[in-house]
């Protein structure tokens, strides 16, 4: 009689739910996203503080500044975030590459929507050399004044953050070919380049505000 009334007990404990861990590469991943946003916020303070201190170079300085030309690489930066969200949703279906024809992007996996951002990307960067060639060309250099320095700096390193994510990006398409197949741990590495990919993004979208429309 006390088995029985003692298993009856024991079946009628209501069960707890399965405590799960979150993703660690998730995890890792936002705190190091947040080390990186302190350090543009330090690059912003730069920005404001230098220009609180010399106004006058920025009389003459931004006016050399090609806006549409910024704004067309911009455009670039933000359309290869939509191609790098594709690409996630397919990672997250574990679709590494495509099912069928080339040309039917419906079909596509994460393979050829990272290849896609990755030329965006590629595209963005080589219009930033193009852009800063054209600035040495009008006098505006990184050792010129102020506002070269603080220019350079700020587009540049995130120029640098954009270089990473893209050799990112390379080893991940590469990791596609490399593994027997594609599981959790391909696709967790898919997900965690976008979020850093669209970081740089956002911050792009913030010092395209600050440098070439606030004036």
């Not at 991940?172 to 070919?177: A, D, E, P, V």
């Not at 490399?178 to 669209?198: D, K, L, N, P, Q």
Request: hydrophobic fraction near 50%.
């Amino acid at each position: 009689m006390t088995t029985v009334a003692t298993a009856s007990a024991v079946e009628t404990v209501p069960a707890h739910p399965a405590v799960s861990r979150p993703n660690m590469a998730s995890v890792g991943t936002i705190v190091w996203l947040s080390s990186e946003l302190m350090f543009f916020a330090g690059l912003f303070a730069m920005y404001f503080t230098i220009r609180s201190v010399v106004p006058q170079e920025w009389v003459t300085g931004p006016e050399k500044l090609d806006v549409p030309y910024a704004a067309a690489n911009t455009l670039v930066l933000v359309i290869s975030s939509v191609w790098c969200q594709l690409g996630v949703w397919k990672a997250e279906q574990f679709q590494p590459g495509r099912t069928g024809s080339l040309l039917k992007f419906r079909q596509w996996g994460m393979r050829e929507w990272y290849a896609l951002t990755y030329l965006f990307g590629a595209v963005f960067v080589s219009g930033q050399v193009l852009e800063y060639a054209n600035l040495v060309h009008e006098g505006v250099k990184i050792n010129s004044d102020a506002y070269g320095s603080v220019f350079y700096l700020t587009t540049g390193f995130h120029a640098l953050h954009v270089t990473g994510g893209l050799l990112a990006f390379l080893l991940i398409i590469g990791r596609t070919f490399a593994a027997r197949r594609f599981g959790h741990a391909e696709a967790t590495g898919a997900i965690v380049t976008s979020y850093y990919w669209h970081f740089v993004d956002v911050v792009w979208i913030a010092l395209f505000a600050t440098i070439y429309l606030l004036k």
